[in-house]
């Protein structure tokens, strides 16, 4: 029973950090009414993706620790290992859908035009994501083997 609970609690910390320059954002727009650019998106982004690269790096270091030095702390790489990969789906399919956020913070409103903008961006970053973790993927195990 520990272990699912501190798997979730993992990714949900995992996900907060990762996703705070977004949620700073909002705050901004929506608690101090103060106005957001696509400049502050796009830095949004790029915080966020180095975010989740530096949060990969110390998830793995930690993994690794546990791994080499702790054997009876199977269940704690488990934790972290079920959180690290649940990261990962989680950002391909956050990431995308953000852009439905982001034009909403920076326009106020759907039209049908913004709205079809913002689809055909989180569709071709979908797409994007899904290549690239795919490719990063198979790089990774034919490395391996």
């Known amino acids: 029973m520990k272990t699912y609970i501190a798997e979730w609690l993992i990714l949900i910390v995992s996900i907060l950090i990762v ?8 705050i901004k727009k929506w608690k101090w009414h103060q106005m957001v650019s696509w400049v502050q998106v796009l830095l949004a982004y790029i ?3 180095a975010i989740y690269y530096i949060w ?24 972290i290992d ?3 990969e ?3 789906f989680s950002v391909i399919l956050i990431w995308p859908f953000l852009v439905f956020y982001s034009t909403k913070l920076v326009k106020g ?3 049908i035009w913004t709205f079809g ?8 970053m979908l797409a994007w994501l899904i290549t ?12 391996t083997f």
């Not at 690239?132 to 490395?143: C, D, N, Q, R």
């Open 109 to 111: 409103r759907f039209t």
């Open 56 to 79: 990969w790096i110390v998830i793995s270091k930690i993994d690794r620790f546990i791994y080499n030095n702790h054997l009876l702390g199977k269940w704690a790489f488990d934790v």
């Open 117 to 124: 903008l913002s689809l055909l961006f989180s569709l071709l």
């Open 86 to 88: 649940a990261m990962v």
């Open 19 to 26: 996703f705070s320059p977004f949620i700073y954002i909002g």
């Open 82 to 84: 079920f959180s690290a």
């Open 132 to 143: 690239g973790f795919f490719y990063i993927g198979m790089k990774i195990f034919f490395s």
């Open 47 to 49: 915080l966020s993706i």
